[in-house]
């Protein structure tokens, strides 16, 4: 049975990645999934927090917002350094998820910004701010290299994100905003190329699931990611 959009239970909305999408930042990308269009952009400090100061190491870390005109109704701004818990929660989702895949000694005491701003929503931010976070770190990597600031190009196992769920009984792969404002079973999961599992994020909204039906949505995620990071490959390399 088809989903409202047409697609069948297995496939990903329409995805597309544009790199480099801001001139000032060292690297940038903006991802559309679906509906759903997320900016993001790398920036470098030369500095570290000061539970790092004289580690030789640096920082990944993420700020996520949601642009007033991203939703239906205009979503207010989050000012003055005071964010809601769930803005929060997805900052710490991302830093977490990018400095996975990194040795953060070899980066230097210094910190990299991902900004995250979702420009319109229509389901799955948060995966789709991952997946195009990890786009703009690799051109930020790639750009302090050529500046002469990395001793050696950053090798970084492909990443990216994707959310999955059951909805009227059937397991979705990627979830537009209709559907998982219905789903029974909501599941957000961030792995890498080779499966290793980052992240896994789920709830059930009605009633409890179980192992049988976790390990099908696992699955379901594991297709869409590698499809996604075949996409990141795609731009990466042009």
Not at 206 to 228: T, Y
Request: some cysteine.
């Amino acid at each position: 049975m088809p989903r409202a959009d047409g697609r069948l239970n297995d496939s990903l909305r329409k995805v597309q990645i544009i790199p480099s999408y801001l001139k000032y930042a060292k690297g940038s990308a903006l991802i559309s999934i679906g509906d759903t269009r997320v900016i993001c952009a790398a920036s470098v400090e030369e500095k570290v927090p000061s539970f790092l100061k004289g580690s030789e190491q640096g920082w990944i870390t993420a700020e996520y917002s949601m642009l007033p005109g991203s939703t239906l109704e205009r979503t207010l701004r989050e000012t003055g350094g005071r964010v809601s818990g769930r803005t929060y929660e997805i900052q710490r989702l991302i830093g977490r998820s990018l400095r996975s895949i990194v040795n953060l000694e070899h980066l230097g005491e210094r910190t990299i910004w991902l900004d995250c701003d979702v420009l319109q929503a229509d389901g799955g931010t948060r995966t789709a701010a991952i997946t195009g976070a990890y786009v703009a770190l690799v051109k930020a990597l790639d750009r302090l290299k050529k500046e002469g600031r990395l001793k050696e190009r950053l090798s970084l196992e492909p990443l990216a994100a994707v959310s999955v769920g059951l909805v009227g009984g059937r397991e979705l792969l990627d979830l537009s905003y209709l559907e998982d404002s219905q789903a029974e079973v909501d599941m957000n999961l961030v792995m890498t190329e080779s499966g290793k599992i980052v992240e896994i994020q789920g709830s059930a909204e009605r009633k409890p699931f179980d192992k049988e039906q976790m390990d099908k949505l696992i699955s379901l995620a594991q297709k869409g990611i590698l499809v996604l990071i075949e996409k990141q490959k795609e731009v990466l390399t042009k």
